[in-house]
């Protein structure tokens, strides 16, 4: 039997490609004549369980939720300057998409970072929107499991990151030094 000791009921994982999820139990199944143990994760967000074998938990990406260490970092992550990116849209989603499956929470940071707008500047398209929203959710899903608050506040927090990054970039680009 594969060992499951680093995962247990009631824990909060991170399963990269749907985010942040629970571990309701851990089942024994029989399938195809052999016998399975299951991990059995509730993702709350999407309403949906999965059953994951134990055995595979590793190699599909299964982790804990990170330390608030970890979680500082991605804060940080999105403090940060965004990058102005030039190239197409749709080879920029694919590696937004490719950062949000990883489920790293650094990764996911800059994705939000990269796609936030504030109220003053170009609308974005629905893709754009969407892979945001999907960004911050599940880097606000992960916050939330870490610092035990709801996913509601997660997003607030993270906003008013951004909203504080946005407004010191204006306030630099209008200082004399920029002006001329």
């Known amino acids: 039997m594969a060992k499951s000791s680093s995962f247990s009921c009631g824990h909060h994982v991170v399963y990269p490609a749907h985010g942040i999820g629970k571990i309701k139990s851990i089942e024994t199944h029989e399938v195809g004549g052999h016998i399975l143990e299951m ?7 999407d309403r949906m369980t999965l059953r994951l074998p134990v055995a595979k938990a590793k190699t599909s990406g299964l982790r804990p939720v990170c330390t608030t260490k970890e979680m500082a970092n991605a804060i940080n992550a999105l403090k940060k300057p965004g990058r102005g990116r030039r190239a197409m849209w749709s080879r920029r989603a694919q590696e937004y998409e490719t950062k949000i499956n990883s489920g790293n929470p650094v990764s996911l940071a800059e994705v939000v970072r990269e796609l936030y707008r504030t109220a003053n500047q170009p609308d974005q398209s629905y893709s754009e929107r969407q892979v945001y929203q999907n960004a911050l959710t599940r880097l606000a899903g992960e916050i939330a499991a870490v610092e035990n608050i709801e996913t509601e506040h997660a997003i607030q927090k993270v ?22």
């Open 159 to 180: 906003e008013t990151i951004l909203e504080a990054r946005s407004e010191e970039h204006t306030s630099e680009l209008q200082s004399p030094m920029f002006i001329s």
């Open 39 to 45: 991990f059995v994760i509730s993702f709350e967000k």
